[in-house]
């Protein structure tokens, strides 16, 4: 009965791992949800490491590979996502011969001059914030990303547009601020916010989507006016 149940089991573990590598936490976590036993469990992970079918240490090392030529995740969102997979924080330490310092800013600015693409006609101060905070998801250090955006030429060759198309712009622009205005308006008031300190909430929140502290300016005193 017990060669039979190790059998089941070996044959759960090795369907398991055609899908993809797994660790040796992710392993055991599954045989236990496959309700197999502690002793059947011991005895398939023995024979898994004696077969080479897990090694934390190979995974790790493939992991990073994969990373630096395809996913590209900051040391931090490696060292978050490596954790939850069980990798011990012994082997994380290999982290940085790894995947070193170097590396990680070559990754990084690939990622930052990448995305600048995506963020045309957007101000300067949108491609700072959203290059800022994409970066951050992607588990990159502050100042690394700090540094690197102080290097990007985010302005962008202005383009000579007609009467008609430099109104229509204005006009498009105004549209948007106003509906930005009215949004962020009905929700802080929505919170109990009066005043002084709405209009500090609607600045904050509009400067947030990149607009310019003057224009807020000017568009709640016109509100004022109204």
Same mark, same amino acid.
């Given at each position: /009965?017990?060669?039979? @149940?190790?059998? $089941?089991?070996?044959?759960?573990?090795?369907?398991?791992? %055609?899908?993809?590598?797994?660790?040796?936490?992710?392993?055991? +976590?599954?045989?236990?949800? #496959?309700?197999?036993?502690?002793?059947?469990?011991?005895?398939?992970?023995?024979?898994?490491?004696? &077969?080479?079918?897990?090694?934390?240490?190979?995974?790790?090392? *493939?992991?990073?590979?994969?990373?630096?030529?395809?996913?590209?995740?900051?040391?931090?969102?490696?060292?978050?996502?490596?954790?939850?997979?069980?990798? %011990?924080?012994?082997?994380?330490?290999?982290? +940085?011969?790894?995947?070193?310092?170097?590396?990680?800013?070559?990754?990084?600015?690939?990622?930052?001059?990448? *995305?600048?693409?995506?963020? $045309?006609?957007?101000?300067? @101060? @949108?491609?700072?914030?959203?290059?800022?905070?994409?970066?951050? =998801?992607?588990?990159?250090? !502050?100042? /690394?990303? !700090?540094?690197?955006? =102080?290097?990007?030429?985010?302005?962008?060759?202005?383009?000579?547009?007609?009467?008609?198309?430099?109104?229509?712009? @204005?006009?498009?622009?105004?549209? #948007?601020?106003?509906?930005? &205005?009215?949004? &962020? +308006?009905?929700?802080? #008031? *929505?919170?109990?916010?009066?005043?002084?300190?709405?209009? &500090?909430?609607?600045?904050? %929140?509009?400067?947030?989507?990149?607009?310019?502290?003057?224009?807020? $300016?000017?568009?709640?005193?016109?509100?004022?006016?109204?």
């Amino acid at each position: /009965m017990k060669v039979n @149940q190790n059998q $089941k089991a070996m044959d759960l573990a090795v369907k398991y791992l %055609s899908f993809k590598a797994r660790t040796e936490s992710e392993m055991v +976590e599954y045989l236990k949800k #496959k309700n197999m036993e502690e002793e059947t469990i011991d005895h398939v992970m023995g024979k898994l490491r004696e &077969y080479r079918y897990v090694n934390d240490e190979i995974y790790l090392k *493939n992991y990073v590979e994969y990373n630096r030529q395809v996913t590209r995740y900051g040391s931090k969102r490696i060292r978050q996502d490596l954790g939850r997979r069980g990798i %011990s924080d012994d082997l994380l330490l290999s982290l +940085e011969d790894l995947f070193p310092r170097a590396e990680e800013l070559i990754c990084c600015e690939a990622l930052a001059e990448k *995305n600048v693409e995506k963020l $045309k006609g957007q101000t300067v @101060q @949108q491609k700072r914030k959203k290059l800022y905070d994409k970066l951050s =998801r992607m588990g990159y250090p !502050s100042d /690394m990303i !700090s540094g690197i955006i =102080r290097t990007l030429d985010l302005e962008e060759a202005a383009i000579e547009l007609s009467e008609d198309e430099v109104a229509l712009k @204005q006009m498009k622009e105004m549209d #948007k601020l106003n509906r930005d &205005y009215e949004k &962020y +308006e009905r929700t802080h #008031k *929505n919170k109990g916010y009066k005043g002084k300190d709405l209009e &500090y909430r609607i600045t904050k %929140s509009l400067m947030g989507r990149g607009y310019p502290y003057e224009t807020i $300016k000017n568009k709640i005193a016109d509100m004022k006016e109204e």
